[in-house]
């Protein structure tokens, strides 16, 4: 099947592209270290930022659609890129479910792969809005009509394994966001000895290496298209 490739953004799509994975960054309520030097790169180290609300200081989803303008090959490739930035800590929350599916219905693109994401929310008991990603093995749910079914997450794998990247904004954000590598993993030792050996968080998210690879390709567009020194990043 022949792809298509995307021209690089012009001014306007990338600001809007920006801003809509600042609101997604801020949608799970949560504000770490990480999201922070993302934010404040993206925004000329301006971490005043940090501090506000991220509807204020994001986008609407008509703002969105219409900087983004009707081309569905760039609404696609945003949709993947935001869901990468909602996942990359191995945590799907409500709050960025309802807010990918508002940018879904304004950009009129509602790719398939995002509704086996929602999958994994059916679960939540009274009062969470937050699910950790499931592990191949353990993914698990059945359909509306009953019938089995297994690795919920294979469809959402394949629709990430075509992002792209041709905005050098957005690279330095995606490269931001997604960590070098897991300072959780950690032995644990008594009187000396390892007795268990707890492995990096980001390994035991099932969607660990589409995250990777969408890190690959937005430094490989830093230095091999923008000719920038991606050592900062690594």
């Known amino acids: 099947m022949t792809q298509t490739t995307a021209s690089p953004q012009n001014q306007q799509q990338s600001q809007a592209w920006l801003r809509g994975l600042l609101a997604i960054a801020w949608a799970d309520g949560d504000f770490d270290t990480r999201e922070q030097e993302a934010i404040a790169e993206i925004t000329h180290n ?29 609404a ?27 940018f879904c219905q304004a950009l009129g693109n509602c790719p398939e792969a995002l509704k086996n994401l ?17 592990s191949p093995e353990m993914e698990e749910y059945k359909s509306d009509d009953g019938d089995h079914k297994g690795d919920v997450l294979a469809p959402v794998r394949q629709w990430l394994d075509h992002v792209e990247v041709h905005d050098p904004k957005v690279a330095r ?8 590598n897991c ?21 035991l998210n099932p969607l660990y290496e589409q995250l990777v690879g969408l890190r690959f390709r937005a430094l490989s567009y ?10 900062p990043y690594l």
């Open 118 to 134: 929602r999958h994994t929310l059916e679960d939540l008991e009274e009062g969470e809005d937050r699910v950790t990603l499931p």
């Open 173 to 180: 954000f995606l490269c931001r966001m997604i960590p070098s």
């Open 46 to 74: 301006n971490p005043e930022l940090a501090q506000q609300d991220s509807r204020e200081d994001g986008i609407s989803p008509e703002e969105l659609a219409a900087a983004l303008g009707d081309d569905p090959h760039v």
């Open 222 to 231: 830093l230095a091999d298209k923008c000719g920038e020194d991606v050592s």
């Open 183 to 203: 300072p959780f993993e950690r032995d644990i030792k008594l009187f000396g000895k390892k007795i268990v050996h707890i492995p990096a968080m980001c390994e």
């Open 76 to 102: 696609e490739n945003f949709l993947r890129t935001a869901v990468m930035v909602a996942i990359a800590d191995g945590i799907y929350t409500v709050g960025e479910d309802k807010l990918l599916q508002e």
